[in-house]
T-cell receptor, first 112, second 115 residues
Framework: AQSVTQLGSHVSVSEGALVLLRCNYSSSVPPYLFWYVQYPNQGLQLLLKYTTGATLVKGINGFEAEFKKSETSFHLTKPSAHMSDAAEYFCAVSDPYSTLTFGKGTMLLVSP | EPEVTQTPSHQVTQMGQEVILRCVPISNHLYFYWYRQILGQKVEFLVSFYNNEISEKSEIFDDQFSVERPDGSNFTLKIRSTKLEDSAMYFC?????????????FGEGSRLTVL
């Protein structure tokens, strides 16, 4: 069975600071990994995904994530936070044989 | 850009009542899903649907739940007799054909409040 662990239900940063949201996964087969973002009162929007190939993937709004197999991690980063980045971020895992499994989410708070 | 649409955006119902949540997936997609998110908790898989039948369901998806694709465009989730604990945001998602890279396209959700 797959699972996702997101460290920290809330992360607070100042505008312009580095954003780091942590995600570790468990999967018995090579995983597909995703980050979704949920803005207030909106649905889930795909930020980026890793399936195969380059382990550093770039997404929308300046976010990127690196797949590290040895660490079973897929942490999300952004060099400089904007106020508009305040949202809830979900890491998710799947594979060719199973459905998408989400982590519990991390709320990103950005202060001026 | 094609999108998944859901109605209603918010529904309030009394315990024991039947609720139908509606979804219009992206038009050329063939795989459909329902997920739910109880307030403050993670997004949980309920059911997947392909070729007019359930392909997978979680233990949450008990006999109180059913899904249907009544026509060529809608995909519905019915809760037969709602309980307080069914209060949640319900997300519909769809996936295209071809190589399965697992990416799902989600609607904006239907918030269900059971009183």
């Amino acid at each position: 069975a797959q699972s996702v662990t997101q460290l920290g239900s809330h992360v607070s940063v100042s505008e312009g600071a580095l954003v780091l949201l942590r995600c570790n996964y468990s999967s018995s087969v090579p995983p597909y990994l995703f980050w979704y973002v949920q803005y207030p009162n909106q649905g889930l929007q795909l930020l980026l995904k890793y399936t195969t190939g380059a382990t550093l993937v770039k997404g929308i709004n300046g976010f990127e994530a690196e797949f590290k197999k040895s660490e079973t991690s897929f942490h999300l980063t952004k060099p400089s936070a904007h106020m508009s980045d305040a949202a809830e971020y979900f890491c998710a895992v799947s594979d060719p044989y199973s459905t998408l499994t989400f982590g519990k989410g991390t709320m990103l708070l950005v202060s001026p | 850009e094609p999108e998944v649409t859901q109605t209603p955006s918010h529904q309030v119902t009394q315990m024991g009542q039947e609720v139908i949540l509606r979804c219009v997936p992206i038009s050329n997609h063939l795989y459909f899903y329902w997920y739910r998110q109880i307030l403050g908790q993670k997004v949980e898989f309920l059911v997947s649907f392909y070729n007019n039948e359930i392909s997978e369901k979680s233990e949450i998806f008990d006999d109180q739940f059913s899904v249907e694709r009544p026509d060529g465009s809608n995909f519905t989730l019915k809760i037969r007799s709602t309980k307080l604990e069914d209060s949640a945001m319900y997300f519909c998602a769809s996936r295209g054909t071809g190589t399965n890279t697992g990416e799902l396209f989600f609607g904006e959700g239907s918030r269900l409040t059971v009183l």
